[in-house]
């Protein structure tokens, strides 16, 4: 029997024990079920800036934690390793509980919640969901850094157990996205469904010759302040990457020229790797 999983546009059409696209999900038992659940290949008490979160909790620090897994394909990924691989790779399972419990044990050392980050989290979407109901009985914040390639239904079930996003927003470009076998409309409706519910704030990595044009950055910086112009924007540069490891990386002043640009819309403009 072939189900279709519904968490993201891809809809992916999966019989028993087929894997969709992302790597994460599975037809198990004629359901369709989170394979990567408690599936950890990375943990870190980071500083909040690194997400990147500039006006949250500045100066605080969040445990940030991955699984495997990816419902887009760019070919300038830069955590590839976890994103591109399968469940061989995770090096250890947790509950939710237990990761709870971590976060609550480095409290002192200045954690405020839990961050994830690294891979595409939502494809881990029931894991996600667990353990922000967990950490919101600890008084722990949630913290997404996601590409938003989700349908609306699960996105705003989610939202309200969501403190922080950061959301990845590849390009303003709907052929880029095509791309990246990603979807630009979704990506919009969720950065608007997102600005209404919590904090949020995003990223655009700066890619020479793919979405570096300054006509761009007035178009996405316009839309933006369309949504909320005090949304802070992160102009992040590029550097050899993946399947772009021949490219060179963003010039600098590039990033600072966009940079100036969107801040003639937002009033908060981050350049970012520079």
């Not at 590839?80 to 399968?86: A, E, G, L, P, Q």
């Not at 600005?195 to 793919?210: D, F, K, R, S, W």
């Not at 996405?220 to 490219?247: E, G, N």
Request: net charge neutral; proline share 5%.
């Amino acid at each position: 029997m072939s189900l279709s999983c519904d968490l993201c546009p891809h809809h992916c059409q999966l019989k028993e024990g087929q894997t969709g696209f992302c790597r994460a999900r599975i037809n198990c038992g004629d359901k369709i079920i989170c394979a990567n659940y408690g599936k950890i290949t990375a943990l870190a008490l980071d500083p909040i800036e690194k997400k990147p979160l500039a006006r949250f909790y500045p100066g605080s620090y969040i445990l940030s934690t991955g699984s495997y897994g990816c419902n887009l394909r760019c070919s300038f990924c830069q955590n590839y390793r976890i994103s591109m691989t399968d469940s061989a790779f995770a090096a250890m399972q947790i509950t939710s509980q237990e990761l709870i419990a971590k976060a609550v044990e480095l409290k002192p050392q200045g954690n405020i919640g839990i961050a994830f980050t690294y891979n595409e989290p939502l494809v881990g979407y029931e894991f996600v969901r667990d353990c922000a109901l967990l950490a919101r009985s600890q008084a722990l914040k949630t913290v997404l850094v996601t590409n938003a390639m989700l349908c609306r239904r699960p996105f705003e079930d989610l939202l309200p157990l969501i403190d922080a996003l950061n959301i990845d927003l590849k390009s303003f470009n709907g052929i880029f996205y095509q791309k990246i076998a990603g979807d630009l409309a979704t990506v919009k409706q969720n950065i608007k469904l997102a600005a209404q519910v919590c904090h949020l704030e995003v990223t655009t990595l700066i890619i020479p010759g793919e979405n570096d044009s300054e006509e761009e950055m007035h178009k996405l910086a316009d839309w933006l302040a369309s949504v909320d112009p005090r949304i802070p924007l992160h102009i992040s540069r590029f550097f050899p990457h993946y399947k772009m490891a021949d490219q060179k990386p963003t010039p600098v002043e590039t990033v600072y020229r966009l940079s100036q640009i969107a801040g003639q819309y937002l009033q908060y403009v981050y350049a970012g790797n520079c």
